[in-house]
């Protein structure tokens, strides 16, 4: 049987309560946005766009395009 605690409970117990994955971001580089897909070859010029493309597709790869 599985015992469901919350963080506190488990804490007040001596038990170890890993710590909560913190969001990372991202740092672009100064100049123009221009990234492609490496999965389909879109290319980007926003991170937004980029963001809502991994969001659909789950393609998780960009490069940078050097012009």
Same mark, same amino acid.
């Given at each position: 049987?599985?015992?469901?605690?919350?963080? #506190? /409970? #488990?804490? #007040? $117990?001596?038990?170890?309560?890993?710590?909560?994955?913190?969001?990372?971001?991202?740092?672009?580089? #100064?100049?123009? %946005?221009?990234?492609?897909?490496?999965?389909?070859?879109?290319?980007?010029?926003? &991170? &937004?766009?980029?963001?809502?493309? $991994?969001? /659909?597709?789950?393609?998780?790869? %960009? /490069? $940078?395009? $050097?012009?």
């Amino acid at each position: 049987m599985t015992a469901h605690l919350t963080e #506190a /409970e #488990a804490r #007040a $117990l001596g038990l170890d309560v890993p710590k909560k994955k913190t969001r990372t971001t991202r740092k672009t580089g #100064a100049g123009p %946005y221009h990234t492609r897909c490496t999965a389909c070859s879109s290319e980007f010029t926003t &991170a &937004a766009s980029e963001d809502r493309h $991994l969001a /659909e597709t789950h393609h998780s790869r %960009y /490069e $940078l395009v $050097l012009t």
